[in-house]
């Protein structure tokens, strides 16, 4: 650190045009005023002296406008990067979900004789994700997301290699421990908009989540085709050479996390705000329906989605293709939304948007109680994908509301626990009540939970929380 002096030993003139302070002001970089570089990788401006990136905090050096101006063209430039770093990880992400959730029950049915057990593996990828949320968290606050994620990817790739051998060697219970352990991944992969809330302004924290998770639209259209048209492309074994080509994707995104440049929260400059005690951050309603809002969103679209293949092609003998057509709608209303609802969110707030979101996934219910075509299912999973973006994407720009930037891993660690809970026990009940009860049933399980989602919207409509500009919020 060094103070400003129009008398300093580097000659530089008073009130240099290039760097505004007042004399005699801190300057954070103290260096010569308006001596910076441009680093060409990354490519964003640092200081020579510090070697600092730009940030958010600009603490002191506030009264530089030169420094000012170059922060925050340099935080719009890696922003941009970052956010479209995560949508092509989202993408990944979303073709191997897309293409282990559509084969999980089909092929575990092949490999069992059980039939109430053809779910169970995706059922354990989603239980392991749930138990991984909080370890996930913990570890990217050590070392970071973009380290942290490129681990996952890793481990992605390993996981769906072991599933293809899993096929060669007809096991079950291998097939299992795949989907296990890619269940780890996808702890990491929720946390994917996270990252981008910590890339941009907290005003833009919806717009950037929604952002992001159009990646999942590629996926949407990749994964389906890699179902089908990789049915054969290993020989004897069916979806093995699908299986192959994803683990290939996941070491693309490996790469592609180690470019993600500094985000929010990372470097503090200045003096942090303390953390507060979880149960003082648990005691706020807006945290709470936050938390319920997402919790439900996901179960609901895991509960019908992880049933809808079982259902379609296992029990109403629809061919695979017209089953993986089905998904890849379902997946479309899912993320296709993500186009508008980060600005529908900014323009209408977060709890008008959640409410058509859970309004969107009680239709769904509706719908699949109609019948069980082709069409039912088919508007059945497009008004299940579309309530699922609105709730989840409002629920997860409301909880970033509730913390401080201290506080940030532990109220997503909490967050994602919940969600990916109660994502696993609806995994697990869809083989079982398919099997048992049928698809009626099935539909009808999660309507009192939407309608406790939609009271609690009603009781936080007016906290200070969700009421204040977003541009305010911490």
């Known amino acids: 650190m060094g103070e400003y002096n129009d008398s300093a030993s580097s000659g530089a003139p008073a009130n240099d045009a290039r760097c505004m302070a007042a004399p005699g002001a801190t300057h954070r970089t103290g260096h010569t005023p308006g001596t910076f570089y441009t680093e060409t990788r990354p490519k964003i401006a640092l200081c020579r002296r510090s ?43 979303a073709t191997g979900s897309i293409v282990i959730v559509t084969l999980g029950g089909i092929l575990g049915s092949s490999l069992t004789d059980n039939q109430a057990l053809a779910t169970l593996p995706v059922s354990l990828m989603v239980v392991m994700t749930a138990v991984s949320t909080i370890p996930a968290s913990m570890l990217m606050r050590s070392i970071g997301r973009k380290t942290g994620s490129a681990l996952a990817s890793v481990t992605a ?21 795949a989907a296990s352990l890619y269940g780890i991944n996808m702890a990491f992969t929720q946390q994917y908009r996270y990252a981008a809330v910590e890339s941009v302004e907290p005003r833009f924290a919806g717009r950037a989540i929604s952002l992001v998770l159009v990646g999942a639209i590629g996926g949407a259209l990749l994964g389906p085709e890699l179902v089908t048209r990789g049915q054969h492309w290993f020989g004897s074994t ?104 980060g600005f529908l969110i900014e323009r209408f707030g977060t709890v008008r948007m959640m409410g058509i979101g859970a309004l969107a996934l009680l239709g769904a219910c509706f719908v699949g109680l109609q019948g069980q075509s082709v069409m039912h299912y088919w508007y059945a999973l497009v008004l299940l994908g579309v309530g699922w973006n609105f709730l989840y994407v409002g629920g997860t720009t409301m909880l970033t509301f509730t913390y401080r930037m201290s506080e940030r891993f532990k109220a997503q660690a909490i967050n994602e626990f919940c969600v990916f809970g109660t994502s696993a026990t609806g995994s697990l009940l869809a083989g079982t009540v398919i099997y048992l009860y049928g698809w009626t049933s099935l539909v009808l399980i999660p309507v009192p939970f939407l309608l406790l989602v939609l009271a609690g919207l009603f009781v936080v409509r007016n906290n200070v929380l969700v009421r204040r500009p977003v541009s305010n919020v911490a």
């Open 157 to 177: 790739a390993v996981a769906i290699l072991l599933a293809a051998y899993a096929l060669i060697e007809s096991s079950f219970v291998l097939f299992a421990v």
């Open 51 to 93: 070697g600092m990136r730009p940030g958010y905090d600009t603490g002191p050096q506030k009264n530089c406008l030169r420094c000012r101006a170059l922060c925050e063209n340099a935080q719009r430039l890696m922003a941009k990067r970052n956010i479209t770093t995560l949508f092509f990880c989202q993408l990944i992400s």
């Open 238 to 341: 069916p979806y093995a050479g699908t299986l192959i080509a994803v683990a290939g994707l996941f070491g693309v995104q490996a790469l592609l996390f180690l470019s993600l440049g500094p985000m929010r929260g990372e470097d503090h400059h200045g003096v942090a705000e303390g953390a507060r005690p979880m149960r003082e951050i648990w005691r706020q309603p807006v945290f709470l329906m936050a938390v319920l809002g997402g919790t439900f969103a996901y179960g609901t679209m895991t509960l019908i989605m992880t049933a809808t293949p079982l259902s379609m092609h296992v029990h109403d003998g629809y061919p695979i293709e017209v089953t993986a057509n089905v998904i890849r709608s379902h997946v479309l209303g899912m993320y296709i939304p993500s186009l508008v609802s």
